[in-house]
């Protein structure tokens, strides 16, 4: 599809979701006109048009949590644009990763789970400080709650392991993992950080070995 044949609406504008590209969640909708949509497209980093300041806003332009474009695609009618990003920050003004936070309906059987829908519940938690949630506890007793937490499960890991019971070590793992994303969500890391050094250092490991069959 041409650009010359997007349908942007009376106001000259079209919504815009965007997209984390390695995950697949939704971060923000927010709206282009032609000129930020020009500015994405020349910049590859995601500019849009306020609506409540009638201004152009680069993302990141204040906060550093730049959007990086990998793809742009329209819809079938073309007045509507899907941005897939790769982003240095959370999405959100309230610090979690995806403007997308607030459950409405969730079925109870179908549900899909990944640790970066945990990891923004987990911030959620932190930007609202929901009465009750045993997550927003931890940030509030502050980090060194939270270190003593990490350093707590790591040692159930261990006694679970030597024990030799797999169903225990399982569930000291989950608590471990847990507890880890919470003390990533107080440093401000995120676990595209995690997994961006994880394949670097496969990538070197592959390089080794390979070197070493040579």
């Not at 609202?128 to 350093?151: C, D, N, P, Q, W």
């Not at 250092?201 to 070995?209: A, G, L, N, Q, S």
Request: hydrophobic residues 40%.
């Amino acid at each position: 599809m041409e650009l010359s044949q997007l349908k942007f609406d009376e106001k000259g504008l079209i919504p815009a979701v965007v997209q984390d590209f390695e995950t697949g969640a939704v971060l923000t909708v927010a709206y282009m006109n032609r000129e930020s949509l020009d500015i994405t497209l020349r910049e590859k980093r995601t500019c849009f048009y306020s609506r409540s300041r009638q201004a152009l806003w680069r993302k990141g332009e204040t906060s550093g949590n730049v959007q990086h474009v990998v793809a742009i695609h329209a819809d079938c009618d073309g007045d509507a644009l899907v941005v897939q990003v790769l982003k240095d920050g959370p999405a959100c003004h309230t610090g979690a990763e995806s403007c997308f936070f607030n459950t409405l309906y969730q079925d109870e059987v179908q549900q899909k789970f990944t640790l970066e829908a945990l990891y923004a519940l987990i911030l959620g938690r932190k930007a609202e400080m929901t009465a009750g949630s045993y997550t927003s506890y931890l940030f509030e007793k502050g980090r060194e709650k939270i270190l003593k937490k990490v350093g707590e499960e790591s040692t159930e890991v261990v006694i679970a392991a030597m024990k030799r019971d797999e169903q225990e070590t399982v569930y000291e793992i989950s608590d471990l993992c847990y507890h880890l994303l919470v003390l990533m969500a107080e440093c401000g890391i995120t676990p595209a950080q995690v997994k961006q050094e994880l394949a670097g250092r496969h990538v070197v490991d592959h390089k080794v070995k390979q070197e070493a069959m040579q």
